[in-house]
């Protein structure tokens, strides 16, 4: 696995096998190695995973933190990389990130897995009030453990992950922790997700509190031309973390099949 650090364009892990490539895109408090415990499962297989704008390894890179930056970030990424047939895995923001990059119908995208995903149409609870909350979430260390044992997930993980999703979360810019809770999560891209012409494989966790399976049945999957839903049992929100066998075999599966 290679990692490319080049002044404009987001870090990013790259490793070259078999394909079409998997680019796994993060979670909001998530950085490339989210997906450690799901790339370890695909040996031999052509992998790419990205730091976002403000994330992780790519904190120095300037605003702004939007979702559509994220998208053309992503599409500079696979240009960066040379790769030109891959799969967008997506999860939570990164699932909105991989619906819009795929709205642009881009050369050489096959499909796209959304695990978790912000849905298309921002679901009924998301009001300003509950924005607010949110922005304040990642506010300190034991914000976040709070949130990741009461609201992220529903198993319990070994301490070393949950550390890790700690140093993650807090490893950020303000500008970059703040602009997913005050206004990506309310977005509404319907019309771009409606314009998604490759197949696309829904996850959610089955007492996932963020994005539950029957928000993304109703708001995420009626907006995609072509999509499978599949709900992963036991788990939370933190699905590649929870349950990165299951997640890992679905992904192949459905990889292999498009």
Known sequence: MSTTQHTLVPVYDHRTGTGPTLVFLHYWGGSARTWDLVVDRLPGRAVAAVDFRGWGRSRALPGPYTLGRFAD?????LADAGITDYVLVGHSMGGKVAQLVAATRPAGLRAIVLVGSGP???AARVTPEYREALSHAYDSAESVAGARDHVLTATELPAALKARIVT?????????????PLRGIAQDIT?????????????AGEH???????????NLVPYLAR?????VPRTGHLIPLEAPADLADAVTAFATAV
Do not use: C, M, Y
Request: charge should be negative; aromatic fraction near 4%.
């Open 73 to 77: 970030d992503t599409l500079a990424v």
């Open 208 to 218: 996932d509190q963020v994005e539950p399976a029957g928000v993304l049945r109703d």
């Open 168 to 180: 993650d979360s807090r490893n950020v810019t303000d500008a970059a922790r703040i602009e997913w």
């Open 227 to 231: 999509a499978d839903f599949v709900v």
């Open 191 to 203: 019309e771009h997700t409606r314009r998604i012409d490759v197949p696309a494989l829904v996850v």
């Open 120 to 122: 298309a149409k921002p």
